[in-house]
């Protein structure tokens, strides 16, 4: 059980340190898209994205020791982790709750800077689609002889003789 203990913190350790990169790249994310800075966002999305998929294998391993844990300990295998440590382990069980907390807290920090970056960035596609409606509209509009507003569908090709 020891073994599995140490496992699970070492994954857990892996998960924070991801976590802690994803937020540092998140961060130099944000600063781009203030600056508009397109080739800075696209050499940043792909690095999130590496790291994103080595969380996710991350994850997929402290599941499946947590599941393994929790079946040696007589818990159900969707158990909390706060129940697992909740028995009396083996020593280490003070440091996975701590670690615990802080993956808990950076995985919001995450959160929030992800929230922030989503909204930048719909406010640029905003302003993007502004500008292409000014520079490229729908309809033109024109006067007729009586002094009425006449609408008329844009179009690319010259139709005039």
Not at 33 to 52: F, H, M, P, Y
Not at 92 to 106: C, F, T, Y
Not at 114 to 143: C, D, F, G, M, W
Request: glycine share 4%; charged share 25%; net charge neutral.
């Amino acid at each position: 059980m020891k073994e599995l203990l140490i496992s699970l913190r070492e994954v857990m350790e892996r998960q924070n340190s991801l976590v802690k990169e994803l937020i540092e790249l998140g961060n130099r994310e944000t600063a781009a898209l203030k600056k508009n800075d397109i080739i800075a966002v696209s050499r940043i999305t792909k690095e999130q994205e590496i790291l994103g998929t080595e969380l996710v294998k991350a994850e997929q391993k402290r599941m499946q020791l947590h599941q393994e844990l929790a079946g040696r300990l007589n818990l159900p295998r969707q158990c909390t982790l706060s129940q697992i440590l909740d028995q009396n382990l083996p020593e280490g069980g003070e440091k996975l709750a701590q670690l615990s907390r802080e993956l808990g807290e950076n995985y919001h920090r995450l959160h929030e800077i992800n929230e922030l970056n989503k909204l930048l960035i719909r406010q640029s596609l905003a302003l993007v689609n502004r500008l292409l409606t000014y520079l490229h509209p729908q309809h033109r509009l024109t006067y007729r002889s009586t002094g009425e507003v006449e609408v008329i569908p844009s179009s690319t090709l010259n139709q005039t003789v």
